[in-house]
């Protein structure tokens, strides 16, 4: 026998498909197709319903669980786009990049390197907090992290 919470989240979960299904349908396409295009990728209508039906399936599942989703709509986003992910690979196999060595793939060359520079630039940021004015320290930032050249910097404090 299911146990009161049980049937609490049960109920609830029931609510807010009835209540939000639709709602949520339009906006979650939309977004869902427009990440999609970005990435270069489209699927017919029919095949969007089908990833929206199993994101809601996904939504209502945790909230069977009693979890909490307050973006909702963000979920079903989220959610649709793996499934449809999912589903490239799966019915275009051609299109994955096999034989390409993950390792290879956006590494960082030299991580070692990387935390030497970070350690010594924060050394260098509390030397300025220790020794500059907060508009030095503002000119600073803009030149260094900014970008900006000194004529610009000045005009802009």
Do not use: K
Request: charged share 35%; glycine share 8%.
């Amino acid at each position: 026998m299911a146990t009161l919470s049980a049937r609490r989240s049960e109920q609830r979960a029931e609510r807010l498909v009835q209540r939000e299904y639709d709602e949520l349908r339009a906006p979650t396409l939309g977004a869902l197709r427009s990440r999609l295009a970005g990435q270069g990728i489209r699927f017919d209508d029919a095949d969007l319903d089908a990833f929206y039906n199993q994101a809601w399936h996904g939504l209502y599942e945790q909230l069977l669980r009693g979890e909490e989703i307050e973006n909702r709509g963000g979920f079903l986003v989220v959610a649709a786009h793996r499934r449809a992910i999912e589903e490239l690979r799966r019915t275009h196999p051609e299109r994955r990049a096999d034989g390409v060595e993950v390792e290879d793939r956006g590494r960082d060359a030299d991580l070692a390197q990387r935390l030497d520079d970070r350690r010594r630039l924060l050394g260098v940021m509390e030397g300025m907090r220790e020794r500059l004015s907060e508009r030095e320290r503002q000119a600073a930032a803009l030149c260094y992290l900014h970008g900006y050249s000194r004529p610009e910097a000045a005009a802009a404090l």
